[in-house]
């Protein structure tokens, strides 16, 4: 565990991932103008394990979005790993997308006509990995989160833990620098949760930079950094789990 | 992701879309069915009236009494009796009609043959040896008339091979002797089918007589004298219209008309009856041709609906693998390969069918259909236009949508 927390000098030597400067995202429904996120300022180191927090609508989703080059902001700068993402093209994305990000959804976003062992090789494909290599990783991948009797079943033969655990699998099969989760245990009971985060907390052990949203408290209490938001806006960010607040 | 991997992937698309996908190549399938069979209906007509009238004779000039352009007291068209035996045996004068090759004057009229107990009712022609060669008619077995039998009356007759089959069934008539209008006639030769299996049925059921026969011996009256019909052929096609003139100049004089308008004949070449049977078809086509392209649009629009449905409905799918890295190009292919493919089976299977069609149709509407290799091309180039049209242009729109918009469309 780092000692000296987010804001303390040994960061000054590991490498930013993550920079946001005055990031805002304002949605516009028709007449109606939400802005989600409100000059946001936030850095996050390699390796690092930061939870995002705050009660619902303050903004941690789109947030995460914009991290995973899945949305771009209204206004502001993101620095992936140093480099401006609103200079990169939309085949940069892609790559970058698929090569230094992986991402882990709520609602498990698996393609339901495929097997888990497709659904996972799904990011290789695009990556131009050859076929042998890509069903090795793959099923690597799936014998990881523990599910290398499920190769062949289909999301809809699997239980909702059973599934997210495959979604994990799908996010760590590129090797990605950054793994980024959407309440990832949002719809599951405790054991799968429990299933979830210790692959999570693996990641992280093994050297990646985790990014999680989370509600709950003993999720976040396994991170070493906690963001809380309100309103679009960063309201805490601290390296103890005592800044929880609901 | 390579070629081989996005087709893979279009194949899997469509087959787990079992129904949406059979629709979609219906539709198509539907569409270039009634493509092919109504462009090859059209064609089909076409090619019949064609083969008819070019089995008619070929350089064929027809000299019918009576004006189209009927005026003052004249009769109609074919109805007047002012073409004779004299006319004909004038415009056979090479002095008079150099570019004339053969004359046939023919007089018509129904009489029934009677052999034994049978008789059949036909069309009996009574004319001269040329007319074989003016109308193109062979002779199947036994012989034509020959000048002896026109000069001498002679009481011979030659059948048609409906009328021979009528009258005689198998067996062969030549030698045989029928009766018409109590006069006995020996059957010396039966003509060949004329050709054309298409309902031609008129020019094979006949008796051919001598001219003189007829007219001194089994009809009475104005068929003494007067023709219905004289049948010319120009020495060539080049000098059909040379022909046409020299008839009409040397008809016009003998008949004392000096301005053509007024003529009491009417000359038909071949052409002018294509000319006219092709304007007949041209409507027949463009309205088939409408109807066909009726067809294929709305088998379009169906695509369309389907591959828009099909695209819309996976936009969510878009989004997710553009979130797992897939770039716009990627999943443009992709479903550039899934159109296609569903076009192209489609187009092929309607090929298939249509062909299937124009072969079994003619059995039932007794109307034959001609495949077009130009309509059938033409309309799967179409439906894989259609659909890809259809299909491409909403999914390299998703493409374009931020990933996350595209995952968020229900
Ligand atoms: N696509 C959208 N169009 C319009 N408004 C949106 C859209 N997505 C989010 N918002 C609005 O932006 C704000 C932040 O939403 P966001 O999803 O980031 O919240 P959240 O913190 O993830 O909430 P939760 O904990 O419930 O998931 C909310 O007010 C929401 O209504
Ligand atoms: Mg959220």
């Given at each position: 565990?780092d000692?000296?927390?987010p804001y303390g000098s040994d960061h000054s030597s590991r490498q930013e991932v993550i920079r946001l400067e005055r990031v805002s995202?304002?949605?516009?429904?028709?007449?109606?103008?939400?802005?989600?996120l409100?000059d946001v300022d936030l850095t996050i180191h390699d390796g690092e394990f930061v939870?995002?927090?705050?009660?619902?609508?303050?903004?941690?989703?789109?947030l995460m979005h914009i991290l995973g080059c899945l949305d771009v902001p209204?206004a502001g700068r993101y620095y992936l790993a140093g480099e401006d993402v609103s200079t990169m093209t939309e085949d940069d994305l892609a790559a970058v997308r698929n090569r230094r990000i992986g991402f882990?959804?709520?609602?498990?976003?698996?393609?339901?006509?495929?097997?888990?062992?497709?659904?996972?090789?799904?990011?290789?494909?695009?990556s131009?990995?050859?076929?042998?290599?890509?069903?090795?990783?793959?099923?690597?991948?799936?014998?990881?989160?523990?599910?290398?009797?499920?190769?062949?079943?289909?999301?809809?033969?699997?239980?909702?833990?059973?599934?997210?655990?495959?979604?994990?699998?799908?996010?760590?099969?590129t090797e990605p620098a950054l793994i980024l989760?959407?309440?990832?245990?949002?719809?599951?009971?405790?054991?799968?949760?429990?299933?979830?985060?210790?692959?999570?907390?693996?990641?992280h052990?093994?050297g990646r930079t985790v990014v999680?949203?989370?509600?709950?408290?003993?999720?976040?209490?396994?991170?070493?950094r906690?963001v809380?938001?309100?309103?679009?806006?960063v309201?805490?960010d601290?390296?103890?789990?005592?800044?929880?607040?609901? | 992701?390579?070629?081989?991997?996005?087709?893979?992937?279009?194949?899997?698309?469509?087959?787990?879309?079992?129904?949406?996908?059979?629709?979609?190549?219906?539709?198509?399938?539907?569409?270039?069915?009634?493509?092919?069979?109504?462009?090859?209906?059209?064609?089909?007509?076409?090619?019949?009236?064609?083969?008819?009238?070019?089995?008619?004779?070929?350089?064929?000039?027809?000299?019918?009494?009576?004006?189209?352009?009927?005026?003052?007291?004249?009769?109609?068209?074919?109805?007047?009796?002012?073409?004779?035996?004299?006319?004909?045996?004038?415009?056979?004068?090479?002095?008079?009609?150099?570019?004339?090759?053969?004359?046939?004057?023919?007089?018509?009229?129904?009489?029934?043959?009677?052999?034994?107990?049978?008789?059949?009712?036909?069309?009996?022609?009574?004319?001269?040896?040329?007319?074989?060669?003016?109308?193109?008619?062979?002779?199947?077995?036994?012989?034509?008339?020959?000048?002896?039998?026109?000069?001498?009356?002679?009481?011979?007759?030659?059948?048609?091979?409906?009328?021979?089959?009528?009258?005689?069934?198998?067996?062969?008539?030549?030698?045989?002797?029928?009766?018409?209008?109590?006069?006995?006639?020996?059957?010396?030769?039966?003509?060949?089918?004329?050709?054309?299996?298409?309902?031609?049925?008129?020019?094979?059921?006949?008796?051919?007589?001598?001219?003189?026969?007829?007219?001194?011996?089994?009809?009475?009256?104005?068929?003494?004298?007067?023709?219905?019909?004289?049948?010319?052929?120009?020495?060539?096609?080049?000098?059909?219209?040379?022909?046409?003139?020299?008839?009409?100049?040397?008809?016009?004089?003998?008949?004392?008309?000096?301005?053509?308008?007024?003529?009491?004949?009417?000359?038909?070449?071949?052409?002018?009856?294509?000319?006219?049977?092709?304007?007949?078809?041209?409507?027949?086509?463009?309205?088939?041709?409408?109807?066909?392209?009726?067809?294929?649009?709305?088998?379009?629009?169906?695509?369309?609906?389907?591959?828009?449905?099909?695209?819309?409905?996976?936009?969510?799918?878009?989004?997710?693998?553009?979130?797992?890295g897939?770039?716009?190009?990627?999943?443009?292919?992709?479903?550039?390969?899934?159109?296609?493919?569903?076009?192209?089976?489609?187009?092929?299977?309607?090929?298939?069918?249509?062909?299937?069609?124009?072969?079994?149709?003619?059995?039932?509407?007794?109307?034959?259909?001609?495949?077009?290799?130009?309509?059938?091309?033409?309309?799967?180039?179409?439906?894989?236009?259609?659909?890809?049209?259809?299909?491409?242009?909403?999914?390299?729109?998703?493409?374009?949508?931020?990933?996350?918009?595209?995952?968020?469309?229900?």
């Open positions: 565990m000692l000296l927390g995202k304002v949605y516009r429904t028709g007449a109606f103008e939400v802005a989600a409100r939870a995002i927090a705050g009660p619902s609508g303050s903004g941690k989703s789109t209204t882990v959804f709520q609602q498990f976003n698996l393609l339901p006509s495929l097997t888990a062992l497709r659904n996972v090789e799904l990011p290789l494909a695009y131009g990995a050859p076929r042998h290599e890509r069903h090795e990783r793959a099923v690597r991948a799936l014998g990881r989160v523990g599910l290398a009797d499920r190769l062949e079943h289909r999301p809809g033969e699997l239980s909702g833990g059973q599934q997210q655990r495959v979604a994990v699998a799908r996010a760590l099969v989760a959407d309440e990832p245990t949002g719809n599951l009971d405790s054991v799968s949760t429990r299933d979830v985060l210790g692959l999570l907390q693996d990641l052990d093994s999680l949203i989370t509600h709950e408290h003993d999720v976040a209490s396994a991170a070493g906690v809380n938001m309100l309103d679009g806006r309201h805490q601290a390296d103890t789990v005592e800044v929880w607040t609901r | 992701m390579n070629w081989l991997d996005t087709v893979k992937t279009g194949l899997d698309a469509i087959r787990s879309h079992r129904l949406r996908s059979g629709l979609t190549m219906l539709g198509i399938l539907i569409g270039i069915a009634a493509v092919i069979l109504t462009v090859g209906l059209g064609e089909g007509a076409q090619a019949q009236v064609r083969d008819q009238i070019n089995s008619l004779g070929t350089n064929l000039l027809v000299v019918s009494p009576g004006s189209v352009t009927s005026g003052g007291i004249r009769g109609g068209f074919g109805s007047a009796n002012t073409l004779t035996k004299a006319d004909a045996d004038a415009l056979g004068s090479k002095m008079v009609a150099p570019d004339v090759a053969q004359v046939a004057p023919s007089t018509q009229s129904q009489g029934t043959l009677t052999v034994g107990s049978s008789n059949w009712t036909t069309s009996v022609v009574g004319t001269t040896p040329p007319w074989a060669a003016v109308r193109a008619r062979k002779i199947d077995s036994g012989r034509f008339l020959t000048a002896d039998d026109e000069n001498t009356a002679a009481a011979v007759v030659v059948l048609g091979p409906t009328t021979s089959q009528q009258l005689f069934g198998a067996e062969n008539p030549v030698g045989q002797t029928v009766t018409l209008n109590n006069v006995p006639l020996q059957v010396v030769g039966v003509l060949q089918s004329s050709g054309s299996s298409s309902g031609t049925a008129n020019n094979d059921d006949t008796a051919v007589v001598p001219y003189s026969t007829a007219a001194q011996r089994l009809f009475g009256g104005n068929a003494r004298t007067s023709v219905n019909a004289i049948y010319l052929s120009a020495s060539s096609s080049g000098t059909l219209s040379a022909a046409y003139q020299e008839v009409q100049n040397e008809l016009l004089n003998l008949h004392h008309i000096t301005n053509s308008n007024n003529a009491d004949f009417t000359i038909t070449t071949q052409e002018s009856l294509l000319t006219t049977a092709n304007s007949v078809n041209k409507t027949l086509t463009v309205l088939l041709g409408g109807i066909a392209g009726i067809s294929l649009l709305v088998g379009g629009i169906g695509v369309m609906n389907i591959m828009l449905v099909s695209v819309t409905e996976r936009v969510r799918e878009i989004g997710l693998r553009k979130a797992l897939a770039r716009p190009r990627v999943i443009r292919r992709q479903f550039l390969v899934e159109a296609s493919v569903l076009g192209l089976a489609g187009g092929i299977l309607g090929a298939l069918i249509g062909m299937i069609g124009s072969g079994v149709l003619p059995n039932f509407i007794n109307s034959p259909v001609t495949l077009s290799p130009t309509a059938t091309v033409g309309a799967i180039v179409i439906a894989i236009a259609i659909g890809l049209a259809f299909g491409v242009y909403p999914a390299s729109r998703a493409a374009r949508l931020a990933p996350i918009d595209a995952l968020r469309t229900e």
